[in-house]
């Protein structure tokens, strides 16, 4: 006798893996290969920065945009659906462009989808989960090892191939991100079937959750955390190399942080219910200030890979507590919305730390991560006064 359909079709939580798996394939191949591919094509170093900025401002512009849009649609997987389909169409066009100007327009039309749906994915996916009672962090734990694959993938692909390589396997990872998506689960929950997060919630309004202090605080807390993590991105291997160390040094080094991401959010749900978000939130703040502060001290390779493994905590579990923060609090109706004024608030502290930072590297070189140092005591400080204003819930792991 055959099985029912239902029965046969793998679970919403193994078809979200899978998507996310996808997810950040892509830009971990053009973390790894995009500054080199645009300067063989001729682009100097200015315009280079152009390229990747330019995707931020407009994704900036349109997050919370279509956040509303998401949460006022039958269910955030249309969103998500159209964004990734979007995202994999888009990027042929680099097929037919070597100028700054062409690759600037589709590089960015090309990223707007994917980042702009990001924080509709994390909504729905912790929602989902909430609901059935699984785990987020594994979840989206694939993404970063999806990530971290073509981190090292694609460097491998560029030797073998050349680097002609490069915008083939970019498209190809878009379309594999696009065809994922079309096999999704609906993420809203039934009419008749009340969540977690729904049963307490601050309001129904985006505006009367944001004017609470205690509510916005940690997110601005943590997004300056989050600023100060794009400056590693942006700094850490030119200053290591300044250093004195080499090459084939720094590019596991970079690898280590990336495991300790994963590996923070597969091990979540052993404690993260235990502890409020807010409490794991101030925890990474915390190591941040540790971790920035020894950095400034140009320490040796093996001080190196032990702050590298702080990642885990400084970048992951704050991420994670946020994530988790903003579905404790806020009802369904309103779940992409916010999270995307969380991404929004994250890419606005990114750009000002990167712009600073880079005058700041400039005149003090290493010594420029006290300045990060301070930026993370700020961000660690909001997230307490918000703990002084508003006690966590009593029940699970929570506010």
């Not at 680097?163 to 689960?185: C, D, K, T, W, Y």
Request: charged share 10%; proline share 5%; with cysteine.
């Amino acid at each position: 006798m055959a099985l029912p359909e239902a029965r046969l079709r793998p679970s919403p939580e193994l078809r979200t893996t899978a998507f996310y798996f996808t997810y950040y394939m892509g830009p971990g191949a053009a973390v790894m290969f995009l500054p080199i591919w645009l300067s063989e094509k001729g682009i100097g170093t200015e315009q280079i920065g152009l390229i990747n900025a330019v995707p931020v401002f407009a994704i900036l512009a349109f997050n919370l945009i279509i956040g509303r849009v998401a949460d006022r649609a039958k269910d955030w997987r249309q969103v998500i659906v159209i964004g990734a389909l979007i995202a994999g169409i888009v990027p042929i066009g680099l097929f037919f462009v070597n100028e700054f100007w062409g690759i600037l327009l589709f590089w960015t039309l090309a990223a707007l989808p994917g980042g702009a749906v990001t924080p509709v994915l994390d909504a729905a996916t912790m929602r989902m989960t909430r609901r059935n009672g699984s785990d987020f962090g594994t979840i989206r734990a694939w993404g970063t090892v999806g990530y971290m694959l073509f981190n090292a993938l694609t460097g491998f692909l560029v030797v073998w191939f050349g680097s002609a390589i490069f915008v083939p396997l970019f498209v190809g990872l878009a379309l594999l991100r696009a065809a994922a998506a079309l096999q999704l689960p609906a993420f809203r929950a039934p009419a008749d079937q009340v969540t977690v997060a729904s049963v307490r919630p601050v309001a129904g309004k985006l505006r009367e959750v944001i004017t609470k202090p205690w509510f916005i605080l940690p997110l601005i807390g943590f997004s300056i955390i989050f600023g100060t993590h794009y400056i590693l991105n942006a700094f850490a291997s030119l200053l290591w190399k300044e250093q004195g160390i080499s090459e084939n040094i720094i590019g596991p080094l970079i690898a280590l942080g990336a495991l300790s991401e994963a590996g923070m959010m597969f091990l979540w749900r052993r404690f993260g219910g235990r502890v409020s978000a807010r409490h794991l939130i101030l925890a990474s703040a915390i190591m941040s200030v540790l971790r920035w502060t020894a950095m400034a001290f140009s320490p040796p390779v093996w001080a190196l890979v032990l702050l590298q493994l702080t990642h885990g905590i400084t970048y992951a579990l704050g991420y994670l507590g946020c994530v988790h923060f903003i579905a404790n609090w806020t009802s369904e109706d309103i779940a992409a919305e916010t999270q995307s004024l969380f991404t929004v608030s994250q890419q606005v502290m990114s750009v000002l730390a990167l712009v600073s930072f880079g005058w700041l590297v400039g005149l003090y070189g290493a010594h420029a991560y006290l300045i990060a140092s301070a930026a993370a005591v700020v961000g660690a400080l909001c997230i307490w006064l918000s703990l002084r204003m508003m006690q966590p819930k009593e029940d699970v792991a929570v506010g």
